[in-house]
C-alpha cells in the first residue's frame, strides 16, 4: 500500500469513525425520523382550523375535521370541498452530525418549506356523511450541510449532508347520526412516503470519497374514530382515537469508501423491513358557543409515546419516551362587513397551543399562539391562519411557525 493511502487511511480514522459513534448521541427533539416541528401530530389544521389552536375535536371548520374526529362530518352542509397550502419555517440545532459530533455551530439553523398539503371533499346523505382526502402529515427533512476545509489554499477536504422525507396519507370516513344530538365516524387511513439521507465526503487531492447513503419507503394502515354529542344548543362534547399502528418500511443502506487512484472500490450494503411502532393517541374536546356568532372550544389529547420503538436494520432502538398530554383551545368571532352591497363575514380567530415533546432528556415543551382571519362570501371561503411558536426545557431555543392558505367551497 501507497504512503500516501495511509496517510489518507489515518485521516480517515480520526474524522470518519466518530461519526456514526456520537451520532447515536442524545439528539433531542430530532431523530432522524422526527417530524419537523413537533412530534404530536393527529390529522392536519388546515387555515381555520389552525387560527383556532388547531382544534377539530368538537368542532369543524371544513372536511378536514374528519382526519381527527370523522363524526363532525355530519355539522357540516351537504358538500364542502377544501383545498390547503402551507409554509413551514423551523428551528434546528442538535440533529445527525450536528452539534452532535465533528460539525458544531453556535447559532440555531432554519429550515423553510412549502407544501400544498390538503385536498378533501365530503358528502351527506341523510343520517350518513362520508369524506375522501390526501393529506401531507410530516415532513422529515433537515437543512443541508456543506463544510470544507482548505490546504495551502486549495480545496483539501468538503462533507455534504442532505435528508429530505414525507409522510402522505389517503383518508376515507364515514359517519352516521344515531340521535338528533349524537354522531359517531370511522375513518380509515393508508400512509406512505419516503426518507433519503445521504452524507458525502471528499478528499480532493486524495481523490478519495467515502458515501453513506440510506433510503426508506413507508406504508402503513391506521384508523380513527371519534363522537360528538350535543348536550344542548351551546355545549358540544367530543371523543377522538387513532389506533397504534406499525410503520413499515423497506430501507436500503450503502457505505461506500471509493478511491480510483488507489484502485479501490469498497462497498458495504444493507436491506431489511424497518418498523416505526406508532403510539395510540386518545382525545377530548369541547365546544362552547355562546352565540350565533361567538364559540369557543378546548381539547386534550393523550400520546403514549412510552411504548415508541425502531426496529432498525435487524436492531431494536429505543427512544426512551415518555407518555404526554397535548392542550389546544381557541376562540372564532364573526363580523359581518359589506362591500358593494355585497355581504361578507370576516371570521376573527386566536388560540393557544401547550405541546411537550416526548423525550425525557431533555424535557421540554412548545408554547404557540395561533391567529386567523378570512373571507367568507356566500358558498366560499377563504381563510389564513398562523401559528408562532418557542420551545422551552432543552436550552437550544428553538422556534417553529406557520402559515396556512386555505379555500373551501360548502353548499
Sequence with gaps: MKAKHLGALLFIGILWVPLPIWGQMTLGQYQDEAPVRTWNTLGLSTAASMGMGGTHF????????SLKNPALLNSLPSWTLTVNGSLTRAAFFKYAIMNTGVLSTSENIHLLLYSADFAGASFKYKRWAFSLSTSLLQAYNRPSIESSYTYKGQPYYTLNFKQEGTLKN??????????????????????????????????????????????????????????????????TLGAVIRTPYAQKSNSESLLRY???????DIQTKANGENTYHQPLVLGGGLTYIFSDRLKATTEISYFKWSGYKIDYFGEELSRNFKDVAKINTGMEYFQPFSILQKSLWIPLRMGFVYDPQPMKD???????????????????????????????GSGDQLSAQKVALSLSYKH
Excluded at 58 to 65: E, L, P, R, V, W
Excluded at 184 to 209: A, D
Excluded at 367 to 390: C, E, F, N, P, R
Design 258 to 264: 471509493h478511491s480510483p487512484s488507489g484502485n479501490t
Design 58 to 65: 368538537s368542532s369543524a371548520s371544513d372536511c378536514s375535521a
Design 170 to 235: 389517503i383518508h376515507f370516513s364515514i359517519s352516521r347520526k344515531l340521535h338528533r344530538r349524537f354522531s359517531v365516524g370511522l375513518g380509515f387511513n393508508f400512509v406512505y412516503g419516503s426518507m433519503n439521507k445521504l452524507s458525502k465526503q471528499e478528499w480532493n487531492r486524495l481523490n478519495i470519497t467515502i458515501t453513506d447513503r440510506k433510503s426508506h419507503n413507508f406504508r402503513g394502515f391506521y384508523f380513527n374514530g371519534g363522537l360528538v354529542w350535543n348536550l344542548s344548543s351551546k355545549v
Design 362 to 392: 431533555p424535557s421540554s415543551y412548545y408554547i404557540y399562539l395561533t391567529l386567523g382571519t378570512g373571507v367568507h362570501w356566500g358558498k366560499l371561503s377563504v381563510d389564513i391562519g398562523a401559528m408562532i411558536g418557542k420551545e422551552r
